[in-house]
């Protein structure tokens, strides 16, 4: 890598496997180690609240061509425990670049690595599942780094919403020029900037509230729908925020669910969730339109999935997976209520799935 010297990283899994690299940025940290698809958007995906808790391997040889903008951000600093590539740039060329990523990362002390084997990476992971992992770039006794890898605990049954959502309510209004044709709330479990930005663009007056915010306290904002986002960990432990989105549908609240907000739509519906192996996370995952010919490519960010057969006869599958045959949409029959696993508002990724913003704003 062009412009630094090459000081020694390490990448430990806990099924004991040794990746060695240059350290890119310093430090030390655990976490569920995850792959990502995606061929440009690293920095949405750094500053993506729903990575809270996993190291990103990107598949992607080349990493930080374009440098880093402001303007593009999910939220305002990285959420990812670790970053990993086949090669950094150091000097990135692009006009609207701000600031190279390897700054970047370590202004915001999120430890990277590269010069390592991503493929080798992705295909243990593919095979083994997500594995807990730690990148360091400080310490090099292994079998103790391992040690405590194996201690860590696992994505499964962890409840992260809590670290990631807002702590008071705030308003995003629409752009200049954009007159206001609804007022949604907007539950905030990790929610991405650019699901804001493509609701206020379509005449969306929003209310984002803290993940906990009881129904009843939305309700009474008079809001016209509710939006359930994304955000990270496992929807089981949430059982609270379950039992109130289960009382937004009972009182006929129009909801759209993205990602978390989809799981936790089916769990509220009297469905349960699974861990996938090594999920679904990228820019070209490829969704059925069930009773169609129309395939969408979608952008993806997820670890847990709804159990089909776990949804009561209310619920209709309308979307699956042609990769896996899971569950990417399903909808209450008779209410304006449905949900998308993959991410309609993409960023990165294509924008085939955004018409679903258009569909629940019309539900209104």
Not at 136 to 160: F, I, N, Q, Y
Not at 254 to 272: K, S, Y
Request: charged share 20%; glycine share 10%.
């Amino acid at each position: 890598m062009v412009g630094r010297e090459a000081a020694p990283a390490l990448l430990v899994l806990e099924d004991g496997s040794v990746f060695e690299g240059r350290a890119a940025a310093p430090g030390t940290r655990f976490g569920e180690v995850v792959f990502n698809t995606s061929m440009t958007g690293y920095q949405e995906i750094l500053t993506d609240p729903s990575y809270r808790g996993q190291i990103v391997v990107m598949t992607l040889p080349h990493i930080g061509n374009y440098g880093i903008s402001a303007a593009v951000a999910e939220s305002s600093r990285p959420w990812v425990e670790g970053f990993i590539a086949r090669q950094f740039t150091a000097l990135p060329s692009s006009h609207g670049s701000e600031e190279d990523l390897l700054t970047y990362l370590r202004r915001h002390s999120v430890p990277a690595l590269d010069g390592i084997d991503t493929r080798a990476v992705v295909r243990r992971v593919r095979e083994e599942g997500a594995l807990r992992g730690v990148l360091t770039t400080e310490r090099s006794d292994v079998d103790a780094l391992l040690t405590e890898v194996r201690a860590h605990p696992t994505m499964a049954g962890r409840a992260l919403v809590d670290e990631v959502t807002c702590g008071e309510p705030y308003e995003v209004s629409p752009p200049a020029g954009v007159e206001p044709t609804s007022h949604l709330a907007v539950y905030d479990f990790g929610v991405k900037a650019n699901i804001l930005r493509v609701l206020a663009a379509r005449g969306a007056r929003l209310t984002v509230l803290p993940a906990r915010t009881p129904a009843r306290a939305c309700l009474d904002l008079g809001v016209d729908g509710v939006v359930l986002s994304n955000g990270p960990g496992d929807p089981e432990p949430l059982t609270g925020v379950v039992a109130e989105v289960r009382e937004l549908v009972d009182a006929g609240m129009p909801v759209f669910g993205i990602c978390l907000g989809h799981q936790l739509l089916g769990l509220a519906m009297g469905g349960r969730t699974f861990k996938l192996k090594f999920g679904h996370h990228g820019g070209n995952q490829p969704v059925r339109v069930l009773g169609t010919s129309k395939v969408v490519i979608t952008s993806q960010n997820h670890g847990f999935a709804i159990d089909p057969e776990s949804l009561p006869e209310e619920c209709e599958v309308t979307e699956t997976n042609l990769n896996d045959g899971t569950i990417e949409a399903f909808a209450v029959r008779g209410r304006p209520v449905f949900s998308a696993q993959y991410h309609p508002e993409a960023a990165p990724g294509p924008h085939d799935a955004s018409p679903l913003f258009d569909r629940f704003l019309e539900s209104l």
